[in-house]
């Protein structure tokens, strides 16, 4: 069985900076909870963070990754020990699917804040998605249960059916 990786926000966990949740409504979360496919993980407290905690954002990236609170304080080695984690959970659990909440600073996946604390959102990943995506995840935000179902469901489809769709969907041969 295909497990899903789920920040643990999403799933009512009140684990947010500021103490609370993004519970996600969804019929694909409960059953993926009801089959037990679900790993919920929090980075960032997973990394070491408390809850509540002050806002963070990425100020710098590549290969000299900043991340800093609010106050200037540096928490890149908690993001870093968080996306680690998660990192490990998916070589553990084979998991090649992921639903993680967008704008976060770890688990962002179109649009995180863009390092000025000035409520300006830009296009990129947080520090756990980038590392998720280096390792071939295919990640989706709470937006996009819909396809992220669709997606799960491909993957568990018979080889035989998909292989079949794969040929018919390929360019004829002259
Ligand atoms: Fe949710 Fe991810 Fe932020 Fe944790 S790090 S509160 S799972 S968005």
Redesign the pocket.
């Known amino acids: 069985m295909e497990r899903v990786l789920v920040?643990?926000?999403?799933l009512g966990?009140r684990?947010?900076?500021h103490g609370g949740?993004?519970r996600a409504q969804h019929d694909a979360l409960d059953r993926w909870l009801a089959e037990g496919r679900v790993v919920a993980?929090?980075?960032?407290?997973a990394g070491g963070l408390s809850?509540p905690r002050p806002p963070a954002e990425i100020v710098e990236r590549g290969s000299r990754l900043r991340v800093l609170t609010n106050e200037s304080r540096d928490v890149t080695g908690a993001f870093e020990r968080?996306a680690a984690i998660a990192a490990h959970a998916v070589q553990e659990h084979g998991i090649r699917i992921a639903v993680?909440?967008d704008?976060?600073?770890?688990?962002?996946s179109s649009r995180i804040y863009d390092g000025t604390f000035s409520g300006r959102a830009v296009a990129g990943d947080?520090v756990?998605a980038a590392r998720l995506r280096s390792l071939g995840v295919r990640i989706f935000n709470e937006m996009e249960l819909d396809q992220a179902a669709a997606y799960l469901a491909h993957l568990e489809e018979p080889p035989t059916l998909r292989d079949n769709r794969e040929i018919s969907c390929s360019p004829l041969s002259p």
């Open positions: 920040s643990a926000c999403l966990a684990v947010r900076y949740d993004a993980l929090c980075p960032e407290v809850t968080g993680l909440k704008g976060s600073p770890s688990c962002g947080g756990t």
